[in-house]
């Protein structure tokens, strides 16, 4: 037998490779899957990392102006993110690292990986970095709310807004068709849409000036420092995939508090594998779908997401109050 | 311990006496900055072991003073907790101070108030009647309003100075009323008289009410917060960290004295009534420190916000005490008071840096600087921290204390009224906007004044500070990263005080050395020590890894840019064009903001301009009023300066003879 | 368990019904406001379903088929044919902008709710959930009519209001058939004049913007 200890530090590592293993993936399959829907043969699923690899075996071309800042970011955003990336559960719940911080921490970290990014956006001192760092600022801002709101509508639900906590409430079946749990469903998958630069609040593929966001942010990077923040941003994908499955859908997940087993690890790991799955195809449909939206309607976008959990929270007051 | 701190008080006021006969003296300012420095730092520590050993409540009357009454003085866990978060900080703006305050026009002129400030934050600290806290209060006023008055050639310095007297006479004004009404008909001064007060006085509301506006004026809650904007940039830098290190604590001190112990038990309105007040104050102050271009008058608004938020928590663990709920109250009041000691810390840096730009540049207007971070990498990697700190990120210590506020907010549920149970909510959903917006709004202000190219020859010419300024921050920066990384200090400190004023404690290792569980063990976890590890881990890592595979070959060239790089620094983003969008979205309707575009045709080369006008409604709908009604008042009785003697003598006998009826008609 | 479901279900088209009328004021178009509007009314015929299985009142299934057939599929059919024959503006004209609007909506169920829960202590917390969320439809119907403009919002701003009644109508144990009829009648018959109301606005003034009526009886200066 492994000491628990030993087992479950196993696990984390496992845990985080498997993470940072998966979101090129999960992003090639997107694309894969949003070029087989619109008819074209597009590249295989695996194009992320060859294209990783090619950028960190390339030169790094800095500017004049950059300072420390803008070398130190990519370095911080990365890992910025994997640490949030190994706070949630994906296929395990109770890891160690899950008790670090809870949905809070993570959104607050998440928040601190923009706030680097921003800041090397405006590093450079070109218009471009400003223009994304601005618009960053406004969806950014307009979207933290919302997360708090859905976090709250959770915290009354379960009654903690620790992730494997929650997980475990829902996975007991206490919840039946919630309205609360629905409501606040819909408006962190807008959110999710917003924070990771997805059509219609921004266009990953796009390279047209007036139109981007994140890209304008990242436009002076270059070499292994472009890698690791595309890399940082795939992450971010896996990791409010993660989320969602986390706190909606749990299931399949292997429990460590009694011992672990071999195959409900492998069971969880499957599982997870299937969300990430659907979740590439369904991004890649809802893209096909919808046109982007014009910066100032995506006020009203998450604004709207903003309402469903305000929504969500008064919702549960009404049913509580009894 | 009492003695010993009065007489520490004694010291630092005399030092301020005898400060202006150093004034010659060419090593007076490093004497008067040391030994306050000094002295702070000694009752700082003590207040701090004196906490967490837990001593008991210490009581000192003396005969003198106001007859029939004394004074009387008395350190308990609240008053402990308060003079810990105040004269831990300060000794380090005092070093900051030593080199800061020889570069400014007249160094002396905030010398001797200096000390005196200080002695007469600490009085109010101590205060155990009505006669010894406002005395103290209004000492601090004073002397804060000298402190204001240091660059006193500069009009705009006086205006604020004034319009920081007129508020702060407000303030006096109201508590004095608010202790009266506390006090009742008998007329007891003493707080341990009110304390001991079986029922709740019968003029309760109206003492709660202006208790409230009383402190709100001195602490900068919206919309009674017009002075702070003024005074914060118009004083020199180490006072405004001193003022929002020191007096605006001060101000929560007092509201916090007053609430949760002098006047009984909370009504539900009370609580409800502070967590609204807090959360228009956050939102409202992080708006409009996202329109400022004043670096200080960005930061004074972000005080405004910070103080919203304590005010906010405040509420939230009143109205938890109204219900009962003490374990809750005492978990919001310890995250108030985390606040308070955080805010502490990290906006002292802030406003110490801000003066390190000052100097370097002679710019406060961020929009004249861009490109410091090549110039100053020290002061920039300290302002970074602060930065941080303020916009509430992990893992610096803002983070932990706005974390600790959003878990009260989350455990509201509880409450039974339904009215702050869905105001709470909605409340907290203006927090985290304020929590997001904070972090705009540094990003904006660090990234636009350090990064970049440099938009002035001031800026392109700055020089990093050496000595005890950059030591000074250098102390702040790293308080704030212990208290972030190792939350457990700070905590510990505000769980005790919060023992103190609640009576409970938080659950059973809530607040570990590593993590911290406020709702015991099961619950939400946060711990900064892992996270800040895992982080600065990984990255070094990560560098050290790719560093090894493919050694990184690096070149230096000209910005990318799409392909058309303009040399020009003006083509940058600018501090406005940056708020622009939260400008457009938040601001039209709060503020009125409208944007004047002035374009000239072609061929004429006048530069375009673009004007933004911000309108701040507490100024249109709350003082402009007030001061026209002021104004119209006195042009009115200004003919009273100009009667003869006869009719000043009637005026008199008038008030005497009104006085003897009122008192026989109350003998009736 | 049987009651838990019927309670989620309930819970869920009463949500719905909220939901969409939050999607009625969020719509910038006016096709995109109908869709809106039959979903909600489909929302409304599915609770009257559920609650006429549930209750085991039959008579309710006729309020469903009422729901269902007019207002889910009739009415939205037709507004769509009066935009395509009148060929009016498509975007919704607000006299107060989205984000105000959906700000206010929210403070309406919250101040709804508010109303509800003390009044309603002693029933069941599933008629005090659905008396919250219907008293909110009607709010928001309210809230449809006063920031919107044109005339056609304006109706399915007062048809969404009538869903709301409705809704708290069949929430309730022992409520007679008399009052959902006259209510869908009262709204085919303000639907059939202010159909011929929008003719005749539209051959007099060329337009369905009530500000030119305003004008015209000298109300805007």
Known sequence: MIPAAISALLLQLLHVALALAAAPLLVGSTRFAKSRLQGRRGPSPIQPYRDLLRLLRKETVLAHDASWIFRVTPYLVFSIMTVA??????????????????????????????????????????????????????????????????????????????????????????????????????????????????VP????????????????????????????????????????????????????????????????????IAVFGLHLLVAAILIAAVELAIAKMRVFRVVEFLGGAFILAVLAVVFRFVTEAS | MLTLTLLGLLLLVALGLAAPFLRPHRLAPRLVHGLTGAMALALGVAAAIRLLAGGDVSELDLPFGLP?????????????????????????????????????????????????????????????????FLLAWELMSVATWLLVLANHRDAESRNAAFVYLAMASLSLLLLLLAFGAVAGGDGDFRFSAMR??????????????????????????????????????AAPSHVSALLSGVMVKIALYGLARILFDLVGPPVWWWGVTLVVAGALSALLG???????????????????????????????????????????????????????????????????????????THERDIEKLGGLVRRMPYTSLFMLMGALAAAGLPPLNGFVSEWLILQAVF???????????????????????????????????????????????????????????????????????????????????????????????????????????????????????????????????????????????????????????????????????????????????????????????????RPAHLEVRLVDPAWN???????????????????????????????????????????????? | MFSTIAYDLSHLAGATVLLAGFVVLYQRRLLGVFRAFALQSLAVAAAAAWQAYSQDA?????????????????????????????????????????????????????????????????????TRETLAIALSVVLIGFLVMITRRNAITQVVGFMSLENGLVLAAVGVKGMPLVVEMSVAFSLLIAFILFGIFFFRIRERFDTLDLQSIESFRGERR
């Open chain 1, 85 to 198: 990336a190994a706070m949630v559960p994906m296929f395990v719940l109770d890891l160690p690292l899950a008790r670090a911080g809870d949905l809070i921490a993570i959104v607050a970290l998440i928040a601190t990986a923009r706030f680097f990014q921003s800041l090397a956006g405006l590093d450079i001192g070109t218009a471009f970095g400003g223009i994304g760092a601005s618009r960053e600022a406004l969806i950014g801002s307009l979207a933290e709310p919302a997360v708090l709101m859905v976090a709250f509508a959770l915290a009354l639900v379960a009654g903690t807004t620790a992730l494997p906590a929650i997980a475990r409430f829902v996975l007991s079946g206490g919840v039946g068709v919630e309205v609360s749990l629905a409501l606040a469903l819909i408006a962190f998958l807008i959110v999710a849409i917003a924070e990771n630069g997805r």
């Open chain 1, 201 to 268: 609040v921004d266009n990953p593929a796009t390279h047209l000036e007036l139109t981007m966001v994140h890209e304008a942010m990242v436009l002076e990077y270059s070499g292994r420092n472009l890698a690791l923040i595309e890399a940082a941003q795939m992450l971010k994908l896996l990791v409010f995939i993660s989320l969602i499955s986390a706190l909606f859908a749990p299931w399949g997940m292997a429990s460590a508090e009694d011992g672990l087993d071999f195959l409900e690890v492998l069971a969880g």
């Open chain 2, 68 to 132: 029939w009454t004394g004074v009387h003085f008395r350190l308990d866990d609240l008053s402990c907790f308060f003079m810990a978060a105040i004269n831990i900080a300060s000794p380090m703006v005092m070093v900051f101070a030593d080199g800061y305050a020889r570069r400014q026009a007249e160094p002396a002129r905030a010398l001797a108030p200096l000390p005196v400030f200080l002695a007469a934050c600490n009085l109010v600290l101590l205060a155990n009647d009505a006669f010894v």
């Open chain 2, 196 to 233: 001991e007060a079986t029922e709740r006085p019968a003029l309760a509301t109206v003492a709660v009410l202006l208790a409230m506006l009383g402190c709100g004026v001195k602490a900068g809650l919206v919309p009674l917060h017009i002075w702070l904007p003024l005074a914060h940039p």
């Open chain 2, 286 to 360: 992080i708006l409009y420190a996202l329109m400022q271009r004043d670096l200080k008058r960005l930061l004074a608004y972000s005080t405004i916000e910070n103080v919203g938020l304590v005010v906010f928590a405040l509420g939230l663990s009143l109205s938890f005490r109204a219900n009962e709920l003490f374990d809750l109250s005492a978990l919001a009041l310890a995250a108030a008071l985390a606040h308070v000691l955080n805010h502490a810390f990290f906006k002292s840096l802030l406003f110490c840096g801000a003066g390190v730009i000052h100097e370097a």
């Open chain 2, 411 to 605: 455990a509201s549920s509880s409450l039974q009224d339904n009215l702050p149970r869905l105001i709470v909510p909605l409340t907290g959903a203006a927090l985290a906007l304020t929590a997001a917006l904070a972090a705009a709004g540094f990003v904006r202000a660090f990234g636009i004044a350090f990064l970049g190219r440099p938009r002035s020859e001031a800026a392109a010419k700055a020089v990093e500070p050496t000595g005890s300024m950059l030591t000074g921050l250098a102390l702040l920066a790293g308080s704030c990263l212990v208290l972030g990384v190792f939350p457990v200090i700070g905590l510990k400190l505000a769980e005790s005080a919060a023992h103190g004023v609640v009576g409970v404690d938080l659950p059973a290792g809530a607040i570990g050395w590593l993590f911290v569980s406020p709702l015991g063990s099961g619950g939400a976890a946060y711990a900064g020590f892992f996270v800040f590890l895992a982080i600065l881990g990984m990255a070094l890592g990560v560098r050290a890894f790719l560093g090894r595979i493919w050694p990184e070959r690096r070149r230096r060239a000209a910005a990318w840019d799409c392909g058309f790089p303009d040399p020009n620094p003006a083509t940058q983003y600018t501090a406005s064009g940056y708020s622009q969008p939260l400008r457009r979205v938040f601001a039209t309707s709060v503020f009125q903001a409208r944007e004047t575009v002035d374009m000239p045709p072609p061929g004429d080369a």
């Open chain 2, 621 to 668: 709908w709350g003082a402009e009023p007030v001061r026209r009604a002021i104004e119209a008042v006195t042009l009115r009785l200004n003919a009273l300066q100009f009667l003869s003697i006869r009719r000043y003598l009637s005026l008199m006998f008038a008030a005497l003879v009104t006085l003897l009826l009122i008192v026989a008609a109350g003998q009736q």
């Open chain 3, 58 to 126: 039959p008579h309710l299934y006729v309020t469903a088929a009422i729901a269902f057939l007019l207002k889910g599929i009739a009415a939205p059919i037709a507004l769509n044919w009066i935009v395509r024959r009148l060929d009016i503006h498509r975007t919704v004209e607000t006299a107060v902008g989205i984000g105000p609007t959906m700000l206010a909506g929210v403070g309406l169920v919250v101040l709804a709710t508010l109303l509800v829960l003390p009044v309603t202590v002693s029933s069941a917390a599933l």
